[in-house]
């Protein structure tokens, strides 16, 4: 469908273009125009009308090519240079596009391979303990994550299979990293991810039910270390850990945020169609 409306915004401009551009262009559907409406008063008084008597004869067909090729050979320099300007935004927005571009396109997760599967068919994971209230207001958490203090942290408000995953990339990170996980925001209402939409940007750009934390299908998570919550990259053995918690994230069938150009290393999610209309 992308392909069609970039060749048909082609098609439209470049006759757009040839049309404002060349005098010759407006003369020649002038005069198709009117050769049609003649013969369509011609016919008017006759009750059958054929196909081939509407259309222009081979005569003409043979000038209108002529017409047309001369035009081309005496604007072929604008011609060069009008096509590619219509041509590379059509191309670029070809080769760039991404999912997020498509309003109603929700990308299929990656499978997981058989050892994941096999996991998630076993035993229900439990809940870990949440970090103690406090951990969440030290200044070292607000300034990378502010508001944290009133987020929800309640498993059971998340859909269980996005939240058995997130059990189980949890225990994959603590057996096989040595990383001990914590759960910083899960759910997130619609009112609450309107106020964090309104401070701008660099919180989030998704208004409600744009998230998929409305509907308990999302998650931002962090380290925690000798007792504190370590959540910035900028410590290097946080942003070790971020790189293999999307490694393992993705092998659990989630989309992890540190793929995105604005990178959310600690979010994932799983994208279930038909949840989300965009």
């Not at 006759?46 to 604007?75: D, I, N």
């Not at 225990?171 to 759910?187: F, N, R, S, T, V």
């Not at 998230?211 to 999302?218: C, F, N, T, V």
Request: proline share 6%; with cysteine; hydrophobic share 45%.
């Amino acid at each position: 469908m992308l392909i069609f409306v970039a060749l048909l915004y082609f098609c439209v401009a470049c006759s757009l273009i040839w049309l404002a551009c060349f005098p010759s262009g407006r003369i020649l559907i002038n005069q198709l125009m009117f050769g049609l409406r003649s013969r369509f008063g011609r016919m008017a008084g006759r009750r059958v009308v054929s196909v081939g008597q509407l259309l222009p004869s081979r005569r003409g067909l043979g000038e209108l090519a002529q017409s047309l090729s001369r035009q081309l050979r005496r604007h072929w320099i604008v011609l060069a240079i009008v096509i590619p300007a219509v041509a590379i935004p059509s191309l670029l927005a070809l080769a760039l596009r991404t999912p997020d571009m498509l309003p109603d396109y929700e990308p299929t997760p990656a499978l997981p391979d058989a050892q994941i599967a096999a996991l998630l068919q076993g035993e229900q994971l439990v809940p870990p303990s949440d970090p103690p209230p406090l951990a969440f207001s030290t200044q070292e958490v607000v300034q990378v994550r502010p508001m944290l203090v009133n987020a929800s942290r309640n498993w059971g408000l998340m859909h269980p299979d996005f939240a058995q995953r997130l059990l189980l990339a949890f225990k994959i990170m603590k057996e096989k990293h040595g990383y001990d996980m914590a759960l910083l925001e899960g759910y997130r209402s619609p009112a609450r991810q309107d106020l964090l939409a309104s401070m701008g940007g660099a919180v989030t750009n998704a208004r409600a039910f744009q998230s998929w934390h409305q509907y308990g299908l999302a998650a931002d998570c962090a380290f925690w270390r000798d007792g504190k919550l370590v959540i910035s990259e900028k410590d290097p053995w946080a942003m070790r850990g971020y790189q293999l918690y999307g490694e393992v994230a993705e092998q659990l069938g989630l989309t992890w945020g540190g793929r995105w150009k604005m990178m959310d290393l600690g979010h994932t999610e799983l994208r279930l169609r038909g949840v989300m209309r965009r």
